[in-house]
């Protein structure tokens, strides 16, 4: 059964500093992995999918990797800015229905 | 394309209630997938359907909850005799096959 980790599972930074958030997952036989981000009582904005043959995926000032062998993935923000507060969520899967974490509540602060 | 649309956005039913939900996916989308998210929690998942055919149901889906797809276009989520742990946001995601999955806005169902 896939269980993902999800570390830190709250993060505080000041405006314009770079962050890393981690996710860990148990399965590495994925089809691929997604990031998601959820605003307070909204429902989930697809960020990057990285499929399983790649190990990096940029979107803006977003980038996400992927180690599938060793069952990890990154999500790099650069330049944060307030407007990214927010719960960001990894789930790998594919063939598979999605497999989530707790995520990560991030609050850049101004 | 407006992307995935859910019906309604809120709803506040007593115990024992039936309460359905309804999910319009993306037009050009095969699979159609249910999850539940409680607070402070990741989203589970519940079922989901390619095309018309439910293609997996989670242990989570009792046999209080059933879900319809029919002709492959919209789902409905039907949960009979509601309970109070049945309060969650109810999301529905869609898919080309095995792509990227692309959620609504959800159902927040509380069970008063």
């Known amino acids: 059964k896939q269980e993902v980790t999800q570390i830190p599972a709250a993060l505080s930074v000041p405006e314009g500093e770079n962050l890393v958030l981690n996710c860990s997952f148990t399965d590495s036989a994925i089809y691929n992995l997604q990031w998601f981000r959820q605003d307070p009582g909204k429902g989930l904005t697809s960020l990057l999918l990285i499929q399983s043959s790649q190990r990096e995926q940029t979107s803006g000032r977003l980038n996400a990797s992927l180690d599938k062998s060793s069952g990890r993935s990154t999500l790099y923000i650069a330049a944060s800015q307030p407007g990214d507060s927010a719960t960001y969520l990894c789930?790998?899967?594919?063939?598979?229905?999605?497999?989530f974490g707790k995520g990560t509540r991030l609050s850049v602060i101004a | 394309d407006t992307g995935v649309s859910q019906d309604p956005r809120h709803k506040i039913t007593k115990r024992g209630q039936n309460v359905t939900f309804r999910c319009d996916p993306i037009s050009e989308h095969n699979r159609l997938y249910w999850y539940r998210q409680t607070l402070g929690q990741g989203p589970e998942f519940l079922t989901y359907?390619?095309?018309?055919?439910?293609?997996?149901k989670s242990r989570l889906l009792s046999d209080r909850f059933s879900a319809e797809r029919p002709k492959g276009s919209f789902s409905t989520l039907e949960i009979q005799r509601t309970e109070q742990g049945d309060s969650a946001m109810y999301l529905c995601?869609?898919?080309?096959?095995?792509?990227?999955?692309?959620f609504g806005p959800g159902t927040r169902l509380t069970v008063t």
């Open positions: 359907f390619q095309n018309e055919a439910q293609l997996e």
């Open positions: 789930a790998p899967g594919g063939n598979t229905p999605l497999v």
């Open positions: 995601a869609s898919s080309l096959m095995a792509y990227e999955q692309y």
